[in-house]
């Protein structure tokens, strides 16, 4: 049997990391957004390195600044993702 070994991060850490109050951390829990967590038991919560990574990965944005005026015509956001 492969064995798995994590180091998982507490939510003072997490919140340290990303520059938040452990208290949103709690309230993206609470709502389904933010990073993914564990529960390990009914009342520890932990955090993925790897997650906390995707997280910041997926919050990144590509600035979207052609050379001419005319092609920024249509560059939104959600393009700006897409590039």
């Known amino acids: 049997m492969k064995h798995i070994c994590y180091s998982f991060l507490t939510t003072h ?10 208290s949103l951390l709690k309230r993206w829990r609470g709502q389904g ?5 564990v529960t ?8 993925s390195p790897a997650d906390i990574q995707t997280y910041l990965d ?3 944005r590509i600035p979207c600044a052609p050379a001419k005026a ?7 956001d959600e393009n700006r993702s897409a590039q």
Do not use: D, F, H
């Not at 957004?33 to 967590?37: L, M, N, S, T, V």
């Not at 005319?70 to 939104?76: A, F, L, N």
């Open 13 to 22: 850490e997490v919140a340290e990391r990303l520059g938040v109050s452990e």
């Open 33 to 37: 957004q933010g990073p993914r967590y």
């Open 40 to 47: 390990l038991g009914t009342r520890l919560v932990r955090y």
């Open 58 to 60: 997926t919050l990144a």
């Open 70 to 76: 005319e092609e920024t015509e249509g560059c939104t």
